[in-house]
Nanobody, 111 residues
Framework: QVQLVESGGGLVQPGGSLRLSCAAS????????MGWYRQAPGKQRELVAI??????KYQDSVKGRFTISRGNGRNTVYLQMNSLKPEDTAVYYC??????WGQGTQVIVSS
């Protein structure tokens, strides 16, 4: 069973940057699709970015600010977040099709 471990969240001022990391373990093969979702307080979980075979898609609100990428190691994914806004505050979850959600990593954008 694939397990997901996210890291890299924290408190950052508006305009700042963070880099989230996710490592997927327990898979005997390279995972083709990985992504990031987020859930803000009182809101539904929403897709932020996804990468499949090198092709990427982003939620409109993060285009030009966030970049998703795969690591050189097996089954890792990153989310570089620049020009952060208070509305980016949420728990960020790594996504792998059919895998259970991990614990997530909290991102708080506040002055």
């Amino acid at each position: 069973q694939v397990q997901l471990v996210e890291s890299g969240g924290g408190l950052v001022q508006p305009g700042g940057s963070l880099r989230l990391s996710c490592a997927a373990s327990g898979s005997g093969f390279s995972i083709n699709t990985m992504g990031w979702y987020r859930q803000a307080p009182g809101k539904q979980r929403e897709l932020v970015a996804i990468i499949t075979s090198g092709s990427t898609k982003y939620q409109d609100s993060v285009k030009g600010r966030f970049t998703i990428s795969r690591g050189n190691g097996r089954n890792t994914v990153y989310l570089q977040m620049n020009s952060l806004k208070p509305e980016d505050t949420a728990v960020y979850y790594c996504y792998v099709p059919l895998a259970d959600w991990g614990q997530g990593t909290q991102v708080i954008v506040s002055s």
